[in-house]
Nanobody, 121 residues
């Protein structure tokens, strides 16, 4: 059974930083691309960042480019999202997903339960 567990969310002031983690289990972590998505209340799920299984290639949404960094540690079966210079519009539930590389959420086959990120102005 594949499980993804996100941690690291919380409340932070605008301009602050948070680091999200996603611990994976149930299949060979290094065989799959992974991604981060987010969903704010009343809005559709939105792509944030994605990383290939090797970790050598990444891609970001324009809204987070230059502020967020996606990375992975295949030895620890863990995906990360370093978020700097956070803005109130980054407030959302953040989800990690596995099984693909890219911005289309439907191409990913397993999802975590999400972690809340709230940025105050």
């Amino acid at each position: 059974q594949v499980q993804l567990v996100e941690t690291g969310g919380g409340l932070v002031q605008a301009g602050g930083s948070l680091r999200l983690s996603c611990a994976a289990s149930g299949r060979t972590f290094s065989n799959y691309g992974m991604g981060w998505f987010r969903q704010a209340p009343g809005k559709e799920r939105e792509f944030v960042a994605t990383i290939k299984r090797s970790g050598l290639m990444t891609s970001y949404a324009d809204s987070v480019k230059g502020r967020f960094t996606i990375s992975r540690d295949n030895a620890k079966n863990t995906l990360y999202l370093q978020m700097n210079n956070l803005k109130p519009e980054d407030t959302a539930v953040y989800y990690c997903a596995t099984g693909s590389y890219g911005s289309v959420w439907s191409t990913y086959d397993y999802w975590g339960q999400g972690t809340q990120v709230t940025v105050s102005s």
